[in-house]
């Protein structure tokens, strides 16, 4: 269960929306009715709103759905179950501050689950329908991923990889340099496994139950 203080801390750090504040004291604007009372000596009795823009983003989930991701003689236990509630409340927090998302699964073959036009409520049937997906093709997942970020607008490009293993560590750890000098954060999300030599931004989940608060803490970093 992810904390909803943090949940609402991440959304607030994303918000798109920048924020806005009034400034007193001014000639013309809206009438500042705390400065009446000084309206005999001061011709300042006006407040202006000023909106100050936020950074708008895109966020790619990357999400392993290979076989050993499955393992475990009850599916409410496994990784792929606590993976899988970890990515839709990202999706959920994510789209609610305003940014575009994306899902990108991986195994043996790479799918886009959901581009940046899709819904996200639509992604929740398609997540729970996961099946086993073979081996672990992360470097293609990757470049998959950021080639679709260098396609977006936006100003601040995330991509976020949960895995519980390594495919081509060496050709993932370039992608993620090469995203990075193409303005693309990699955060990668080991799920029992130690992912520090591949990116710069990442960290390790001993304890599946912590996978959605790991993540969350993780993506502050990223805004």
Do not use: W
Not at 201 to 219: R, S
Request: aromatic fraction near 8%; charge should be positive.
């Amino acid at each position: 269960m992810i904390p909803a203080k943090l949940r609402y801390s991440v959304r607030k750090l994303f918000e798109n929306s920048g924020y806005e504040e009034y400034q007193n004291n001014r000639k013309s604007g809206v009438l500042n009715v705390r400065a009446l009372p000084t309206m005999a000596h001061n011709d300042r009795l006006f407040k202006r709103r000023k909106e100050h823009d936020g950074i708008d983003s895109a966020v790619t989930i990357v999400l392993d759905v290979s076989g050993s991701m499955f393992k475990n003689h009850s599916p409410l236990n496994s990784k792929m179950y606590h993976a899988i509630l970890a990515t839709y409340a990202l999706l959920d927090t994510l789209s609610k501050a305003g940014v575009t998302t994306s899902v990108v699964t991986f195994g043996c073959e790479v799918s886009l689950l959901k581009d940046f036009n899709t819904p996200y409520q639509r992604v929740k049937p398609l997540l729970e329908r996961i099946t086993a997906g073979g081996g672990t093709q992360d470097y293609v997942a990757l470049s998959y991923a950021h080639s679709l970020l260098l396609n977006r607008q936006e100003e601040r490009k995330v991509c976020f990889l949960l895995t519980d293993g390594i495919g081509k560590a060496d050709a993932c750890k370039e992608q993620a340099m090469s995203g990075e000098r193409l303005g693309i954060t990699t955060i990668g999300i080991g799920i029992r496994s130690d992912l520090t030599h591949i990116y710069k931004n990442a960290v390790t989940i001993d304890k599946i139950e912590d996978m959605g608060t790991v993540a969350f803490d993780k993506l502050k970093l990223a805004a």
